[in-house]
């Protein structure tokens, strides 16, 4: 138990579904991010929240968005996906100190997605 | 952060033999981070290296960040079973390829 949960633990959706996942932190971290895992690509970064502003959105095409409505909770709201869009989406957390190298992120257990 | 190449990208070992998996960059990084993934997981983080020809062990891994704080590597001796899974390196949240290990008992 890293003290980051994530619901649901899986998800299948259609391709003209509405869905949101969640994430939740319990490490008090000011930092919160999103990750995609495929079989086919690394891990990839698609959102950063610092102090609960975005800071990154690394060309997420826009049928994902991401909410972060304090420091413990992040969101990321999906919306007409492709089949392409299956994979393990990973959210971490961090505590990031200003002017300060980057700290050790701490993982959910992630949300196991199928868009069919 | 930079992008960090990563490889192996598999690598299968017998019981008992040593592991090393590398980890480089085309540009100076100001630290590295490693994790290790186990099937079914989610990545877990276990060392830092932040110094120039830093090197830094837990128990059977060996940590090394290069002099030019290009590269890195993690080194398991005599593998275990338990040791199974994909070690990631990571430069500030931009993370490698993996490389995948599994271990023949």
């Known amino acids: 138990e890293t003290g980051v949960t994530q619901t649901p633990r899986h998800l299948v959706m259609g391709m003209t579904n509405k869905k949101s996942l969640k994430c939740e932190q319990h490490?008090?971290?000011?930092?919160m991010y999103w990750y995609k895992q495929s079989a086919k690509k690394p891990l990839e970064l698609m959102f950063v929240?610092?102090?609960?502003?975005?800071?990154e959105n690394n060309s997420v095409p826009s049928r994902f968005s991401p909410e972060c409505p304090n420091s413990s909770h992040l969101f990321l709201h999906l919306h007409t996906l492709q089949p392409e869009d299956s994979a393990l989406y990973l959210c971490?957390?961090?505590?990031?100190?200003?002017?300060?190298?980057?700290?050790?992120?701490?993982f959910g257990p992630g949300t196991r997605l199928t868009v069919l | 952060g930079q992008q960090v190449m990563q490889i192996p990208q598999y690598q299968h070992v017998q019981e008992g033999e040593d592991f090393t998996t590398y980890c480089n960059s085309s540009?100076?990084?100001?630290?590295i981070q490693w994790y290790k993934q186990r099937p079914g997981g989610h990545p877990v983080f276990l060392i830092q290296?932040?110094?120039?020809?830093e090197v830094k062990k837990q128990k059977r891994l060996t940590f090394q960040f290069g002099e030019a704080k290009k590269n890195s590597s993690l080194h398991i001796t005599a593998t275990q079973t338990t040791d199974v899974g994909t070690y990631f390196c990571?430069?500030?949240?931009?993370f490698g390829a993996g490389t995948r290990l599994t271990v023949k008992p």
């Open positions: 971490a957390s961090s505590q990031v100190r200003v002017g300060g190298l980057a700290n050790e992120q701490f």
């Open positions: 490490l008090g971290h000011n930092a």
């Open positions: 929240y610092s102090l609960e502003e975005r800071v």
């Open positions: 540009t100076t990084l100001s630290n």
């Open positions: 290296l932040v110094k120039s020809g």
């Open positions: 990571a430069n500030d949240m931009r």
